[in-house]
Nanobody, 129 residues
């Protein structure tokens, strides 16, 4: 059974926009924090944007701050990453990940302070002309 399923990746021109979706299954719907990570060739995995279940607790990496927005639709058990003003350097495979850590902070999820119980398989984002 797929527990986290990403979608929405694809090819987009620089300056364009894309919305990624992460759908949680019934098994993973009780996560305490969730976020988006990306892995580009030759680079370490980077925590892009994370959010905890505490209202307003979000984190964005400096490289995407002001361009990306993380949001959640609780009725659909889905988390979104709205990506605007995309740059070629944003090209990567984007992964959704979630933790059940007690009382987590979004910042520390993205900075790898917590164990992650659930990973999606990733959705590729290619920013190119």
């Amino acid at each position: 059974q797929e527990q986290l399923v990403e979608s929405g990746g694809g090819l987009v021109q620089p300056g364009g926009s894309l919305r990624l979706s992460c759908a949680a299954s019934e098994v993973t719907s009780d996560y305490s924090a969730i976020g988006w990570f990306r892995r580009a060739p030759g680079k370490e995995r980077e925590g892009v944007s994370c959010m905890s279940n505490s209202e307003g607790d979000t984190y964005y990496s400096d490289s995407v701050k002001g361009r990306f927005t993380i949001s959640r639709d609780n009725s659909k058990n889905t988390v979104y990453l709205h990506m605007n003003s995309l740059k070629p350097e944003d090209t990567a495979v984007y992964y959704c990940a979630a933790t059940r850590t007690s009382s987590p902070y979004a910042l520390y999820l993205c900075l790898n302070y917590y164990g992650i119980e659930y990973w999606g398989k990733g959705t590729p984002v290619n920013v190119a002309s």
